[in-house]
């Protein structure tokens, strides 16, 4: 948008030098006029020397600014034109792309259907024996058996390979070629409805071959037992064997490399599509098309004056173009005789000995699509080269159209300013040298009497152009509220008038730019909060669907079979995995908006990679890898989150365990250097490739999006969200650190991350540990508990919970080792609360109306309830939302959803009760 500003300022400036240019010659002339009469009336003219000298300078300006307008004016047009053809020939590269594509898709229809057709026949050949006016077969002159009778059918030819022993056909391939006679039909319908299908045929697995060729959309017999050889094994031809078992198993309709047609058709491409019996191949049917239909719209193409397109296959071979492309193309042969016989379908672009033009052809055969500029050193001439795709086949067509045609319009106008900026310069020279001689006379007649008026008279002329170019170059400079006030009442006033009004419009501009901005963040913001909202809302049946899980998985009367408790242990891991996502959206979202909290303190991080390790030990047992540990001794501690920088080591060794094949091997590493510890998670995967690296640390980026990878012995999913390196690296980012990326795919990938050692402050100032109490960052032991005989008694816990669900569930979970308290409100909440004294309450922390966190606040400052413990549980998973708990009072932090076990042991821990019913 800055940049769009700029240029329409650039723009308004340039238009007003122009005016500026256009009333030198005018007013200046004029008001010299004016003076030459004021000095032959009044004697004060005398000063007007002065006058001169500010001609002068406008003069010699006003040429200089010209100069560069014109300069300004010819790049800003030679950009504008390049940019509309690089667009133009985008469109027209894609259209070109579009219409031979039509014309194959259609065909490939058309094979389907015809597809489709023979398989019926096959399937029910009785119902296909005498078919209107049938051909005669014999052979003739110890010829194939075939046709050799000219009627308006189908030609036929049965291999010789098909004999028996004796040389004799046998009957079963005699009543083949019988019903493959209906075949006619669907040749007929096809080759009048598409004038491109030149050839329709049908060749089976038993040495049958039948065609209809057309010419036009007029059939037209041949004499196969000539035009074959007499022991053609048709499955041998890629016409056939590209669409059998091996090739084609999907059995979908296919198409052919170029090839001669042993027909004698020329160069063509065939549709081509598999016909079974239940699971035998029994016949291959095609459509034939001459390379001449799909190339006339290539060798016809014409941009701009010399430009020319031309069409090449996937391996490189030019299929088609105009004869004025070939020194371009580096080809040196002729369009003339045998050439016309398709020559140029030996000639390959990536064998060409120019890198650059090789280079191209390697993105085409890729099926890439692109415009860049490209030198030729045959004439050192600068081109445009836009190619794009024909899905159909794997070709590519290509637009090239020289870059000066573009440019000479705009070089044209610029060399026409220049000559009239001559020539205006020029008369003003001359005006001014005469005007010289002249004032030079008269100031010698009345030089001692003038010199008063005439410095007046001067300043009245030069004034108001010092002002305008004063005035015109502040507005220039980015001074918009600058507002230029002259008040001569001619063409300088006029012009004044005008770049005021351009600093108007330019302000309006960017206050409405400014504008689209604030809309533009303020929508952001909406959209955190939507996802913020929507992950707790989520979050919050995900609660009771995990602990119901749990209660069924933890069941002591085994209620539950084998099959059922494997399928409550996916539903549970599934949950589990559901509540991993949640929290990557939320935490991209607080790393969007930079206000990633860290809750900071010193901490070993060699103690987090154990931690980490140990954690995922299961995973690398399971995948059979082996880890290594290169930690050095002595490495300093660091100030930050322990827990986020878990999560980063987490994500990182996470992501080796699902792209390692198995039994590959996994190496972290830590060392001191200077005032940074560097960090490295090492693995001998599948690798990340060149062009991927840039992006692996953008949101929602997957090198691919669910992968399937090898690993010898079996095949592993590999798969997520795409924000885990994401947030990685917002993480190590607030902590001012950095991480990068080494891989070479098929080998590994490194992982590197640089942590300062040195103590600084982190975004925003959080509480320390021994201020408040999270899973990870308090061990519950230092918990004081408000009685030391808790185990001999029964316990009450209240439960304030708006959700009807979650609260049942806690109920479930604990009703048999504490009495338990509900309530839906806040209120109710604080009510129950006060008249019971409950030993411990669980606090719901977003409710409506009073929310948890001030229920929690009023209970603390309440002497009957102060010294209650009160455990937050909530959905969300932002610092800030500890914070907030930390701020009301509360004694700890629990984040849905969670383990029924752990939420059993905490409160054992916080009541000093070990149940026996959940030991």
Known sequence: MEKQRDSKKDSRFDIFHGIKISLISQSIAAKLIIIILTVSILPYLIVSLNSLYSVQTVSTISSTTNLEIANT???????????????????????????????????????????????????????????????????????????????????????????NSEGIIP???????????????????????????????????????????????????????????????????????????????????????????????????????????????????????????????????????????????????????????????????TLAGTFQGDEQLQYNLLNSSDLNLRDIAVNMSKGNQNVIRYVSPHDNHEYFVSYTPISETGWSVAVVVPVDEVTAPALTMNNQIQDQIKISSQHISDNVNQLKVNTTLLIMLILVAMIPTAFILSNMISQPIRTLIAGSRQIGSGDLDHRIKISTHDELEDLAINFNNMADELSKQLKELEKANQDLRQMDTIKSQFISIASHEIKTPLIAIKGYVDLLLTDKRDQTNSDQKRMLEIISRNTSRLGRIINEMLDISVIEQNKLVLLQDWFSIPDVIHDVTEELSSSFEKRGHTLLLEIDDNIPQVFGDKDRLAQVFINLLGNSIKYTPDHGVITVRARSEGTNIICEVEDNGIGISEENIPRIFTRFYQVNSITTHKTGKEEFLAGGTGLGLSIVKGI????????????????????????????????????????FITREKKPIDDVQTNSKNRKSEKQTILIIDDEADTVQLFEDILSGTYDVLTANTGATGIKIALSNLPSLILLDAWMPGITGYDVCKTLKKNSKTQTIPIIIVTAAVGSDDQIKAHTCGADYYLKKPFENTELLSLLDKFLGFIGENHD
């Open 73 to 163: 004016s010819a790049e800003d047009t030679t950009r504008a034109l390049e940019t509309e053809l690089i667009r133009i020939l985008y469109i027209q590269t894609t259209a070109l792309g579009n219409e031979i594509n039509q014309k194959l898709h259609q065909v490939t229809t058309e094979t389907t259907t015809m597809r489709d057709y023979a398989s019926f026949i096959y399937e029910y050949p009785d119902n296909f024996n005498n078919y209107p006016n049938a051909s005669m077969y014999s052979r003739k002159n110890g010829s194939n058996y075939g046709s050799i009778y000219p009627d308006n059918n189908s030609w036929l030819l049965v291999s010789n390979l098909a004999e």
């Open 732 to 771: 190590i980012d607030a902590h001012q650190g950095s991480i990068s990326v080494r891989s070479s795919e098929g080998k590994g990938t490194t992982f590197q991350i640089i942590l300062p050692v040195k103590e600084v402050a982190l975004q925003v100032s959080t509480p320390q540990k021994n201020h």
């Open 171 to 333: 009957d079963t391939i005699l009543k083949e070629v019988r019903f493959t006679e209906w075949m006619d039909i669907i040749f007929r319908s096809i080759a009048s409805n598409d004038p491109n299908a030149i050839q329709l045929y049908i060749n089976t697995k038993s040495q049958i071959t039948r065609g209809m060729p057309f010419v036009n959309g007029t059939y037209q017999w041949v004499d196969a037992t000539k035009q074959f050889h007499s022991d053609i094994n048709l499955p041998m031809y890629d016409f056939f064997y590209l669409a059998n078992e091996t090739n084609n198993p999907a059995k979908k309709t296919v198409w052919t490399t170029l090839y001669y047609d042993p027909a004698g058709l020329g160069w063509m491409i065939s549709s081509i599509s598999p016909v079974y019996l239940k699971e035998e191949l029994k016949a291959v049917v095609g459509t034939d098309i001459t390379l001449h239909r799909i190339t006339d719209s290539i060798l016809n193409v014409t941009i701009e004056k010399s430009g020319f397109a031309f069409l090449m296959a996937n391996n490189g071979n030019l299929i088609a173009f105009p004869e004025r492309a070939g020194p371009f193309l580096g080809f040196n042969g």
